[in-house]
Antibody
Framework: EVQLVESGGGLVQPGGSLRLSCAAS????????MSWVRQAPGKGLEWVAN????????YYVDSVKGRFTISRDNAKNSLYLQMNSLRAEDTAVYYC??????????????WGKGTTVTVSS | DIQMTQSPSSLSASVGDRVTITCRAS??????LNWYQQKPGKAPKLLIY???SLQSGVPSRFSGSGSGTDFTLTISSLQPEDFATYYC????????FGPGTKVDIK
């Protein structure tokens, strides 16, 4: 079964750091771009970052550039999101998603259940 | 950056109704447009990719159309399990989601 399982969420103070993990199984992890998407309480979806199969390309939404770092370990079938200088507005459920490419069309076909990050003093 | 808008932001409909949701991009995105369904407390689910291609396993009552800047998601006959929030997403330049359209019971 194709599966993504996020972990690492929790309560952190403003200015603090947190590292999210996403464990992939049931597919060849190293063959896919991967993304992080977040959803603030009661709000819509926001793409946060994605990373190429070999980690050589990474892209971020402007609001997290310089604070968040996406990475992956293909040997461990794992995706990570290092979050530094956290702000209250980073409070959200963070989803890991697989980016599928078909004839240059990209879409997110597999999603984890999410992990909750709360930034509060 | 490419901005996405959706209309309406919410709608009330009855089982069996035909429902249409519109998504507009701030610039031409060709057919690089996807649609997702999300139910409360759940992860999003891919419905349509490349503007009009139905994801495997998604009922045929869902359809997508459009290209350039204007796109439409249509549910031909609304079913009880379709009450949810729907998001469009552009993949022309990284990713951007629309603000969502909530479909609830009339």
């Amino acid at each position: 079964e194709v599966q993504l399982v996020e972990s690492g969420g929790g309560l952190v103070q403003p200015g603090g750091s947190l590292r999210l993990s996403c464990a992939a199984s049931g597919f060849t992890f190293s063959s896919y771009w991967m993304s992080w998407v977040r959803q603030a309480p009661g709000k819509g979806l926001e793409w946060v970052a994605n990373i190429k199969q070999d980690g050589s390309e990474k892209y971020y939404v402007d609001s997290v550039k310089g604070r968040f770092t996406i990475s992956r370990d293909n040997a461990k079938n794992s995706l990570y999101l290092q979050m530094n200088s956290l702000r209250a507005e980073d409070t959200a459920v963070y989803y890991c998603a697989r980016d599928l490419e078909l004839r240059y069309y990209y879409y997110m076909d597999v999603w984890g259940k999410g992990t909750t990050v709360t930034v509060s003093s | 950056d490419i901005q996405m808008t959706q209309s309406p932001s919410s709608l009330s409909a009855s089982v069996g109704d035909r429902v249409t949701i519109t998504c507009r991009a701030s610039q031409s995105i060709s057919s690089y447009l996807n649609w997702y369904q999300q139910k409360p407390g759940k992860a999003p689910k891919l419905l349509i990719y490349a503007a009009s291609s139905l994801q495997s396993g998604v009922p045929s009552r869902f359809s997508g159309s459009g290209s350039g800047t204007d796109f439409t998601l249509t549910i031909s006959s609304l079913q009880p399990e379709d009450f949810a929030t729907y998001y469009c997403q552009q993949s022309y330049s990284v990713f951007t989601f629309g603000p969502g359209t909530k479909v609830d019971i009339k």
